[in-house]
Each structure stands twice: as C-alpha cells, then as structure tokens.
C-alpha cells in the first residue's frame, strides 16, 4: 500500500486483461513497483488471460494458477458502475472498464457460474415450504417452489432422523395433487436412517393451482404433507 493506491485499487482486472489505455498502463505499472498489494491481486488475478485464450492450465505458467477469485464478477461491475458516476471527466476508462465487464462475464458465464448468477437475478425468489407430518415418522422435509414457465419447480431436502420402530432402506415419492383433485409423482428416491437427501423436480402444475405436496410411501402411504397456498 502507498499514498497513490486509492486512485489505483480497481485497476487489476482491466490491467490483466489488457484493457487500460497505454498511459494508463504506464502508470499503473510504475505503481505495481511500489505497491506489494495490488502486485498480490495482480498475481491473482493472471490467470485470466489464459482461460479467455482457452489455454490449457498447464501452460499458464507459475504463479498465475491461483483459483478465479469469487468476487471478481462483482468488483469489476462495481469498478464500471463507479465509472459512471464519473462519466463526463473520464469517458474513455469507463469504455476500458465495461469492456472488461463484458469479458468476465463472458468468461465466468463459460464456466458455468455466469448463467447461475443472472438467471437469479431475473426470477422472483420463489416460496418456501414445510412439510408437516401426518402421524409420527421419521422424516423430516423443506420445500422451495419457483415458478416456471413450464409450470413449478420444486427443490425438496428430505432427512431421514434414526428412528424406534423404523429402519432400513425405503424407496418414497413426492406427489403434487393439484386444484382439481389430481395427483402426480413428480419424484422417487430411497433413503435410510440418518440420510439426507436433496432432489428437484418439476411439475406443469403452476404453483397457484398445487393443493398439496405429499411424501408418501411406496405402498402409498401419506407420511408428510403441505399445502402452499
Ligand atoms: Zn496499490
């Protein structure tokens, strides 16, 4: 750290990734000299370069195969955002900054990540749900439901507690019954004692038409039921 490190603590990705203008570069290079810190997050984040060129890691060399830091997605937007602000007096960093942007969405959207973080953004946060038990069992389960526009999504935990009178490997199902009296498994699993088990399943039943949710036995049997509305 050093007295001009304010004015340069965001520039890392956009210098990684080559966006900076070459003055710009110039002077955050002379302060990379000066200042361990941001040489660390330079370090960190030189990785970058490699997996945009889909360089196999192997050939990136040395200390540049630190893992892609979480919160590199959020820092960069927040760095281009900032820029806004100053809009008129600095346009062409502003132009630099979103470009990279761009690139690590790019990039972390071909990672798989990307699409997790702004499919979460575009849906509502849908609605949890407990199951109550019928009579005495040993299961235990939640519910969170999203609507789709296909129907429900249904993300279910279910815990098996260790239990007198009951035991062994069991095979149970998840039904919707839906407004007009129908019932649909969505979902078979089998669990025993002290398990966990966590599943999604779907349904074309929108969620403001599902009565019931049930657990039930292999025999039919109703263990735990909800009703969402
Ligand atoms: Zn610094």
């Known amino acids: 750290m050093?007295?001009?490190?304010?004015?340069?603590?965001?520039?890392?990705?956009?210098y990684v990734l080559g966006a900076l203008s070459t003055a710009d570069r110039a002077a955050y290079e002379q302060h990379l000299n000066g200042c361990p810190?941001?040489?660390?997050?330079v370090r960190g984040l030189a990785v970058i370069p490699g997996?945009?060129?889909?360089?196999?890691?192997?050939?990136?060399?040395g200390e540049a195969v630190d893992p892609l830091p979480a919160d590199l997605l959020a820092r960069t937007r927040q760095a281009a955002q900032g820029e806004v602000t100053?809009?008129?007096?600095?346009?062409?960093?502003?132009?630099?900054l979103v470009a990279v942007a761009a690139s690590v969405v790019l990039l972390i959207g071909g990672?798989?990540?990307?699409?997790?973080?702004?499919?979460?953004?575009?849906?509502?946060?849908?609605?949890?749900?407990?199951?109550?038990q019928v009579e005495a069992n040993?299961?235990?389960?939640?519910?969170?439901?999203?609507?789709?526009a296909w129907g429900t999504e249904i993300e279910m935990k279910c815990t098996y507690t260790s239990s007198a009178g009951w035991g062994g490997r069991e095979v149970y199902a998840l039904y919707v019954?839906?407004?007009?009296?129908?019932?649909?498994?969505?979902s078979t699993w089998a669990a025993a004692p002290g398990s966990t088990s966590e599943l999604t399943a779907a349904t074309a039943v929108p969620r403001a038409q599902i009565a019931?949710?049930?657990?039930?036995t292999a025999a039919g049997k109703i263990l735990l039921t909800a009703n969402p509305d």
């Open 37 to 41: 810190e941001c040489a660390q997050a």
């Open 86 to 96: 100053q809009l008129r007096r600095r346009h062409r960093r502003l132009v630099s």
């Open 138 to 148: 040993p299961l235990r389960a939640s519910i969170h439901l999203q609507d789709r």
């Open 177 to 186: 019954v839906d407004d007009a009296g129908r019932a649909t498994s969505v």
């Open 111 to 132: 990672l798989g990540v990307g699409a997790v973080l702004w499919s979460q953004r575009d849906t509502a946060p849908g609605v949890a749900v407990v199951m109550h």
């Open 212 to 216: 019931h949710l049930q657990v039930r």
């Open 2 to 14: 050093n007295d001009t490190h304010d004015e340069f603590a965001d520039w890392d990705a956009a």
């Open 51 to 61: 997996l945009l060129g889909k360089v196999p890691p192997e050939d990136v060399p």
